[in-house]
């Protein structure tokens, strides 16, 4: 039953399959006011009108009415109501499905899927929206798109990924997840697998790329007891653990060629057969997976089958380097601090702007887990939960010896505990006194001064004061940016 406080109304427009009564009913009892329409023409005042909520397109081969739908949605004025979409489709036919999604169908419907879940599933994303406008406020309209178990997803780059991962996760299309080490692949990996029908199912994974090849087959599709020596129970491999979810398998370029044709055989024929057994076993499971490696240039180096990779790839999706999406490196870095927090339950930390400024400068080559490592190194090097720029240690100078004053050697316990990142955030807030941090950066400014003068270059400087030219260079552009600085400094 929805949750909406009124019916959606919904117009149906299929001229392959009439809606009949016990549909319709069931529809109705899931929050839809559902009418049938026959004609363009009959669909498009009631569009234009801004009263429809959802349109419903039955295809054939080919998304020539979904177009038709489409482009009449679009010719309405910007500040209209505008219907999602949704399609029907006789049977399931991925190459229709795909058309009809990049087309902007938010969901594709086969009649063999005709279930009162698929279509709750289906319509969820709708009643939602329809929710929200309801309650919609000031600052509503400014939030970025709503988060799956807290990602963090606020560039303009990363929320356009997030909405194509929601509405592709409501297919029933196996889906190939592309991008460096690092950049996140398996949480995307799970935003699909929480957006999809399968959410309440369970999601494994497998990294493709950490086994021995003699065990990964057993891994993935099991045994029966006795089929080798030291079988002595049967075992469930991960296709089977995964039944009615998600199935991740990462790095699956480094997947050996003979196990690249049996997994190519099992997504083909949707069944598996256990080492040892001659009886095939069914699968219900959402297929995805992610590589960091051209799969086409492996493709030509014959290390990895064509066949399997246009069989994996109904649906690509890449998430770009951390440096190509820097919106959201600050709002990371803010959860990762105020998590630490929620879970020592110590004063708020501090980010000063210079630290922002190189965190935003730096180009982030190890992506989202170097940026984890940097924060984490920042809190075990910062006494006062203030992290500056010289508490910043990136992978390319890690002697922590350069990045401390003298003072600095001294540290108290600092309150950090690595498991911050699986604990609730709360939001941080300044506590540090202002007074106490400007006495601190005015004798800091005094020394470094101190120092040039009564050296010939900055390396002789640096040396004098315990740091590395890079940590003094660092120093010296924040110089430049206070009032009070000396010229000669600069």
Same mark, same amino acid.
């Given at each position: 039953?929805?949750?909406?406080?009124?019916?959606?109304?919904?117009?149906?427009?299929?001229?392959?399959?009439?809606?009949?009564?016990?549909?319709?009913?069931?529809?109705?009892?899931?929050?839809?006011?559902?009418? @049938?329409?026959?004609?363009?023409?009959?669909?498009?005042?009631?569009?234009?009108?801004?009263?429809?909520?959802?349109?419903?397109?039955?295809?054939?081969?080919?998304?020539?009415?979904?177009?038709?739908?489409?482009?009449?949605?679009?010719?309405?004025?910007?500040?209209?109501?505008?219907?999602?979409?949704?399609?029907?489709?006789?049977?399931?036919?991925?190459?229709?499905?795909?058309?009809?999604?990049?087309?902007?169908?938010?969901? @594709?419907?086969?009649?063999?899927?005709?279930?009162?879940?698929?279509?709750?599933?289906?319509?969820?994303?709708?009643?939602?929206?329809?929710?929200?406008?309801?309650?919609?406020?000031?600052?509503?309209?400014?939030?970025?798109?709503?988060?799956?178990?807290?990602?963090?997803?606020?560039?303009?780059?990363?929320?356009?990924?997030?909405?194509?991962?929601?509405?592709?996760?409501?297919?029933? @299309?196996?889906?190939?997840?592309?991008?460096?080490?690092?950049?996140?692949?398996?949480?995307?990996?799970?935003?699909?697998?929480?957006?999809?029908?399968? +959410?309440?199912?369970?999601?494994?994974?497998?990294?493709?790329?950490?086994?021995?090849?003699?065990?990964?087959?057993?891994?993935?599709?099991?045994?029966?007891?006795?089929?080798?020596?030291?079988?002595?129970?049967?075992?469930?491999?991960?296709?089977?653990?995964?039944?009615?979810?998600?199935?991740?398998?990462?790095?699956?370029?480094?997947?050996?060629?003979?196990?690249?044709?049996?997994?190519?055989?099992?997504?083909?024929?949707?069944?598996?057969?256990?080492?040892?057994?001659?009886?095939?076993?069914?699968?219900?499971?959402?297929?995805?997976? +992610?590589?960091?490696?051209?799969?086409?240039?492996?493709?030509?180096?014959?290390?990895?089958?064509?066949?399997?990779?246009?069989?994996?790839?109904?649906?690509?999706?890449?998430?770009?380097?951390?440096?190509?999406?820097?919106?959201?490196?600050?709002?990371?870095? @803010?959860?990762?601090?105020?998590?630490?927090?929620?879970?020592?339950?110590?004063?708020?930390?501090?980010?000063?702007?210079?630290?922002?400024?190189?965190?935003?400068?730096?180009?982030?080559?190890?992506?989202?887990?170097?940026?984890?490592?940097?924060?984490?190194?920042?809190?075990?090097?910062?006494?006062?939960?203030?992290?500056?720029?010289?508490?910043?240690?990136?992978?390319?100078?890690?002697?922590?010896?350069?990045?401390?004053?003298?003072?600095?050697?001294?540290?108290?316990?600092?309150?950090?505990?690595?498991?911050?990142?699986?604990?609730?955030?709360?939001?941080?807030?300044?506590?540090?006194?202002?007074?106490?941090?400007?006495?601190?950066?005015?004798?800091?400014?005094?020394?470094?001064?101190?120092?040039?003068?009564?050296?010939?270059?900055?390396?002789?400087?640096?040396?004098?004061?315990?740091?590395?030219?890079?940590?003094?260079?660092?120093?010296?552009?924040?110089?430049?940016?206070?009032?009070?600085?000396?010229?000669?400094?600069?």
């Amino acid at each position: 039953m929805s949750n909406s406080t009124h019916p959606l109304h919904a117009l149906w427009l299929d001229p392959f399959r009439a809606l009949r009564p016990q549909d319709q009913s069931a529809l109705t009892d899931l929050g839809m006011d559902v009418h @049938v329409v026959r004609t363009l023409d009959e669909l498009g005042a009631p569009i234009r009108a801004g009263s429809v909520d959802l349109v419903v397109v039955g295809l054939g081969q080919d998304c020539e009415l979904l177009q038709a739908v489409k482009d009449l949605i679009d010719a309405c004025p910007a500040d209209s109501k505008r219907p999602s979409i949704l399609c029907r489709v006789e049977r399931r036919n991925l190459e229709v499905t795909v058309a009809a999604m990049r087309t902007g169908a938010l969901h @594709v419907i086969a009649t063999d899927d005709w279930a009162v879940a698929t279509w709750e599933a289906a319509l969820h994303p709708v009643q939602q929206a329809d929710q929200d406008k309801s309650a919609e406020s000031p600052a509503a309209k400014a939030s970025p798109v709503p988060a799956v178990r807290d990602v963090i997803y606020v560039d303009p780059v990363s929320r356009n990924l997030l909405a194509l991962a929601q509405r592709v996760a409501l297919a029933n @299309v196996n889906v190939l997840i592309e991008g460096p080490t690092g950049a996140g692949k398996e949480v995307l990996a799970r935003v699909l697998h929480e957006s999809s029908v399968v +959410a309440r199912g369970p999601f494994v994974g497998l990294n493709c790329a950490a086994l021995p090849e003699h065990m990964m087959e057993d891994l993935l599709f099991g045994h029966e007891k006795g089929a080798f020596t030291g079988a002595v129970k049967d075992h469930r491999g991960l296709f089977e653990q995964a039944q009615g979810g998600t199935l991740f398998l990462d790095e699956i370029g480094e997947l050996p060629m003979h196990l690249q044709s049996k997994l190519l055989r099992v997504l083909q024929e949707r069944t598996l057969t256990r080492l040892g057994s001659e009886r095939p076993i069914a699968l219900n499971v959402k297929i995805v997976a +992610a590589t960091n490696k051209n799969l086409r240039d492996a493709i030509v180096q014959r290390e990895f089958r064509e066949d399997l990779y246009f069989r994996l790839s109904t649906f690509k999706l890449r998430i770009p380097p951390l440096r190509e999406r820097q919106g959201d490196i600050l709002p990371m870095v @803010v959860r990762m601090l105020a998590r630490n927090c929620a879970h020592t339950q110590t004063q708020p930390w501090e980010l000063t702007p210079d630290a922002q400024r190189a965190l935003l400068d730096y180009s982030w080559p190890g992506n989202v887990r170097e940026l984890e490592n940097v924060v984490q190194r920042a809190m075990v090097i910062s006494g006062d939960h203030v992290i500056d720029l010289q508490h910043l240690m990136f992978d390319d100078s890690m002697n922590p010896l350069d990045f401390m004053d003298g003072a600095d050697l001294a540290l108290p316990r600092p309150a950090y505990s690595p498991s911050y990142f699986d604990k609730p955030a709360v939001q941080p807030a300044s506590a540090m006194p202002q007074s106490l941090h400007a006495t601190v950066k005015s004798s800091e400014y005094s020394v470094i001064q101190a120092a040039l003068m009564e050296s010939k270059s900055r390396e002789e400087a640096a040396q004098k004061l315990g740091i590395s030219p890079r940590t003094l260079r660092y120093k010296l552009a924040r110089l430049r940016e206070t009032p009070d600085a000396v010229g000669s400094a600069a």
